[in-house]
């Protein structure tokens, strides 16, 4: 198997997509915009999977926004996961489909009109893997504590952010790309529709992610189709597009430089000989858009990328400049990142060597990378790996957490910041440390003794799901039990840091997430 990128290789260790969950009855039917669905209770929750939000996107429909679903009369039975999108590597015995698009509700109300506090997760998984079925973000354990959680399918890799100048032609916005955004900002409005009958509150939806989910919720906070559609947002290890530049410096992000990524791919199908050049592509499995795409690979090496485009439609040209501007969504925030982010991108890296790292650095700062080496520094192949890892740790994900925090108050409004430091006795994080995605068995409450989580493990777990539910329910995380997180402002530069004890610190990475703001291409301007 080739190295991974965007920590796809920690997402194909953990995505378990389609089956169902063991329930113990069946709910009552609830009736959506669609049609009536019923599922089943499990532990005193209603739990509903696999409910279809959107069309499915096959056919004539591949790379076009996602259309309403046909409506159906008799009661569906939602009591098993969808299919996880088409992705690279997909286990032949698992659940995989171009036809995907469907989430998944967890809620404790007991009837409509309970206006309980929502949270959407949107997963990670380099916008090229991943699923909202995988083990980790059932959400049944945030759920008990009194919010309605819901869980989402997007669209992925070459099927979810394909651009190309024909399907900007036929586009009536003349965009192309941002298929699986889009999809989420369809699931997002399917919660404004249906979620009271569920139990929730369509004015108080959180929407909550990490890694690519967090870019995404990130770039959702500026996207003018998404507006009003949630109150509140929490970003775990990402931002809008600061720090995505050094895993792959050769995407820009910019519609022209998408566009070319997008004609090289029909180029490799032959489509851009034929007449029909979309309905080529179209034509095309599922299954060999996403091979052929080859998005499997590693962050020293730059191949087709195929995510969140800038094209002036869904998204602005330069997300860093909506934040310092102002342009944002005034919710309140909380943002975070994990000590050791970089090391699940060095996984089966072979060779790391001072030359490998100067030529990575090259790449990315070209004349600055002297400056870069001295502010993560490596005085021989030994010092590589944590070299990069630290480097990741800042630029992709601290520094844009902080970057938000900050941005969010500029313009008054509450943002939280946390750093993450608590290492479990897993096999992964004793491989890794405090690996990226760490935090999710944390936020979720999905967590095992015989894994190697301990007591102070469940504890710390019950306090983060604390602090997330409370931000759910009110805009603030504290409240009583809890240890009190200050909201974030430039001059104290505070942050709440989890690890094996819970305590306020100031100054997270300044110097160098201060040096990679400077050094940004995408830095504010």
């Not at 586009?171 to 009271?196: C, F, K, M, P």
């Not at 095309?284 to 995510?307: G, H, M, Q, R």
């Not at 790292?357 to 002297?370: H, K, N, S």
């Amino acid at each position: 198997m080739k190295p991974c990128l965007l920590a796809a290789c920690f997402v194909l260790l953990l995505i378990s997509p389609g089956g169902a969950v063991a329930g113990q009855a069946t709910s009552e039917v609830i009736r959506t915009g669609s049609g009536p669905v019923s599922g089943m209770v499990e532990g005193g929750l209603r739990v509903f999977l696999g409910i279809p939000y959107a069309a499915p996107p096959v056919g004539d429909l591949r790379w076009k926004p996602p259309q309403a679903v046909a409506p159906w009369t008799k009661a569906r039975a939602c009591t098993a996961f969808g299919p996880a999108c088409s992705q690279p590597n997909q286990d032949p015995k698992g659940n995989f489909s171009e036809d995907c698009l469907s989430l998944n509700v967890w809620t404790p109300a007991k009837r409509a009109g309970a206006r309980l506090p929502v949270m959407v997760w949107i997963h990670g998984g380099g916008f090229q893997f991943g699923s909202a079925s995988q083990a980790e973000y059932h959400g049944g354990n945030l759920a008990r504590k009194g919010v309605v959680v819901v869980t989402v399918n997007y669209r992925l890799g070459p099927l979810g952010y394909f651009a190309h100048p024909l399907l900007a032609a036929e586009s009536e916005h003349h965009v192309s790309g941002n298929y699986g955004l889009l999809d989420q900002i369809a699931a997002l409005g399917w919660v404004q529709r249906n979620i009271a009958a569920f139990g929730g509150d369509p004015g108080n939806v959180t929407v909550f992610g990490q890694s690519a989910g967090s870019r995404s919720v990130s770039l959702l906070m500026i996207s003018p189709l998404a507006k009003g559609l949630f109150a509140r947002a929490i970003a775990q290890s990402g931002g809008p597009i600061l720090g995505s530049e050094y895993l792959s410096p050769a995407f820009n992000g910019d519609m022209a430089s998408v566009s070319k990524m997008g004609q090289e791919l029909s180029a490799r199908f032959g489509c851009d000989k034929a007449g029909d050049e979309l309905a080529c592509l179209r034509r095309a499995s599922a299954a060999d858009v996403v091979k052929a795409a080859d998005t499997s690979t590693s962050i020293f090496n730059d191949s087709l990328l195929f995510a969140p485009v800038f094209d002036g439609w869904a998204l602005p040209d330069n997300p860093a400049a909506a934040f310092a501007q102002g342009r944002q969504q005034a919710v309140p925030m909380i943002v975070g990142s994990t000590l050791d982010e970089g090391n699940i991108y060095l996984a089966g890296e072979p060779g790391l060597t001072m030359e490998k790292y100067q030529a990575f650095l090259r790449a990315r700062f070209g004349d600055e990378a002297g400056s870069a080496l001295a502010m993560f520094p490596a005085r021989g192949d030994a010092d590589v790996p944590r070299a990069i890892d630290f480097f990741v740790t800042v630029a992709v994900n601290a520094q844009p957490a902080r970057f938000m925090a900050a941005s969010m108050a500029n313009q008054g409004i509450k943002s939280y910041l946390y750093h993450f430091t608590r290492r479990p006795d897993t096999a992964l994080a004793r491989k890794l440390g405090v690996h990226h995605g760490v935090d999710l068995a944390y936020v979720f409450g999905n967590m095992k003794k015989s894994d190697g989580y301990d007591d102070k493990d469940l504890a710390l777990a019950k306090t983060m799901m604390g602090y997330w539910v409370n931000f759910a329910t009110t805009g603030d995380p504290n409240g009583p039990g809890l240890p009190a997180w200050p909201a974030y402002d430039g001059q104290s530069d505070q942050n709440l840091e989890f690890g094996d004890t819970i305590r306020v610190q100031s100054g997270l990475y300044k110097k160098e997430c201060d040096y990679i703001g400077r050094m940004s291409r995408f830095q504010a301007r």
